[in-house]
């Protein structure tokens, strides 16, 4: 069963507070930055007009990560940035200055030496890390959780990494990562913060930012009324809240924050509301792999607690869902490739959108712009095509039966020509049957 809840404590605390570290003026820093590299392109926003109309919604927009860098994902915008700031501070420059043509230079090589790079990665954060090492040439070190798909490793040892699969899961392959960063003199590069390591995070989740700075370019003047944002530590959905908090301020849309249901460590963090920080544990198995993180970045929950509306915790079905709607798109509309932690948040709008308990906390009616982040491709191919390669539209009950798979190992990209579904009469007829349950915080 889905939950949903309510958060009314972040209207207790200063809303515009906090946010300098994400704004704007930030954003635009970042993204000149990231603009830099040569695989630069600004990520597709997609506009699903027919979707929208089909579930009663003025308009929904999708932002495509697969296209990022060629790497199939957003990581690389959080690794590669907070890499240039360490570097920025033994050059002793200001990473302003920092651009890719002055760190491939050969004097910069000579006056850094050799470097390790170490992280703990279900896969994209680790490949962004291992490409930007590589660039660099430097040497990266990326360790992955229990369960993490083959082809998400060799991606990684692809640029030349050292890449092993633990046995552990994701939080305990931090603390590992962690550990041969001391051993080995390395720097460590994670998106989770503790006690003395805060700055390696918040310049990862600075460089997350580039995407809203991007998506209001894209928007031309359009308001976003509802975003909705999926978490694994929260560092991509803290920087993102904070970025459109400190760009639309009193004009701030709802932000609901997506999870796992085996993996809610921030869901369980605001529906506890005692001021701390709470941990899930166990296997974490969920097929949003990236999103398999049992403990919550202290950073990030600082952003959510006072800019996010409503936490959701899902099972994986929604997910699923999320994937099919957007790989087999209503005739009309363009297709997104988006992979099991991409999909999240398209999924629990359209399914929240559809249940009336879960609606009336949501606030979703006809005048309502949806925006969403697909954060991801198809980066576990095999599991990309055993969920998403399904006819739509969707009969009740769809979502628990197997779906159909293709022979070909090779990677599918969708031609929207092709996979465009037929029309239907009504959302009804397009939803699966799911269980959810909506509170409100007090």
């Known amino acids: 069963m889905a939950e949903l809840i309510h958060y009314l404590h972040q209207q207790k605390e200063d809303n515009l507070s906090g946010v300098n570290h994400y704004g704007y003026e930030q954003a635009e820093k970042v993204c000149r930055f990231h603009s830099s590299f040569p695989e630069y392109t600004v ?11 089909l579930f009663g919604v003025k308009d929904i927009y999708v932002k495509d990560e697969s296209y990022r ?31 890719y043509d002055k760190l491939m230079a050969p004097e910069v090589k000579q006056k850094l030496g050799e470097l390790i790079f170490v992280t703990a990665t279900d896969g994209n954060h680790g490949r962004g890390v291992a490409w930007t090492a590589s660039r660099l040439q430097q040497k990266a070190i990326v360790l992955m959780p229990k369960g993490t798909e083959l082809a998400r490793l060799e991606a990684i040892k692809a640029f030349g990494a050292e890449a092993y699969i633990t046995d552990v899961n994701y939080d305990d392959t931090v603390r590992m990562a962690r550990k041969i960063a ?8 994670q998106d989770t913060s503790w006690e003395g390591y805060e700055d390696v ?18 928007l031309q003047g359009v308001r976003p009324t509802h975003v909705f944002l999926q978490a694994g530590v929260g560092a991509m959905a803290g920087a993102v809240a904070a970025f459109f908090a400190d760009y639309y301020k009193a004009d701030k849309p709802i932000i609901t924050i997506v999870e796992p249901e085996k993996a ?13 920080l709470h941990n899930v544990t166990g296997a974490l198995d969920s097929i949003m792999a990236g999103l398999c993180c049992g403990e919550p970045c202290s950073l990030a929950w600082d952003m959510l607690r006072r800019y996010a509306d409503n936490f ?3 099972p994986d079905e929604f997910a699923a869902y999320g994937m099919r709607v957007l790989g087999n798109p209503l005739s009309g509309d363009t297709a997104v490739v988006s992979g099991e932690s991409g999909a999240a948040g398209l999924g629990f709008a359209l399914l929240g959108r559809s249940d009336a308990q879960a609606n009336s906390l949501l606030q979703l009616d006809e ?11 198809d980066t576990a191919p095999a599991k990309y095509r055993s969920i998403a390669r399904i006819s739509m539209p969707f009969a009740v009950g769809t979502l628990n039966s197997k779906p159909r798979t293709l022979s070909s190992n090779r990677p599918v990209r ?16 397009y939803i699966p049957a799911v269980s959810m349950r909506a509170a409100v915080i007090q």
Not at 367 to 377: A, K, P, Q, R, W
Not at 421 to 426: L, Y
């Open 69 to 99: 860098f060629g790497l199939n994902a957003f990581k690389v915008l959080g690794g590669s940035y907070a890499i240039a700031c360490e570097l920025a501070k033994r050059l002793q420059l200001p990473v302003e200055e920092l651009t």
């Open 414 to 429: 969708i031609d929207p020509a092709r996979a465009s579904a037929r029309n239907v009469r009504s959302a009804n007829e």
């Open 43 to 53: 990520t597709p926003l997609v506009r699903l007009e027919n979707l929208a109309k």
């Open 312 to 314: 959701a915790s899902m």
């Open 264 to 276: 809610d460590c921030i869901f369980k963090t605001a529906k506890a509301d005692d001021g701390k």
């Open 367 to 377: 005048s309502s712009v949806v925006l969403c982040i697909s954060t991801e491709g």
């Open 182 to 189: 001391a051993e080995c003199g390395g720097i460590m590069v």
């Open 201 to 218: 995070p918040l310049h990862i989740m600075q460089g997350y930012t580039t995407m809203g700075y991007e998506i209001v370019q894209q």
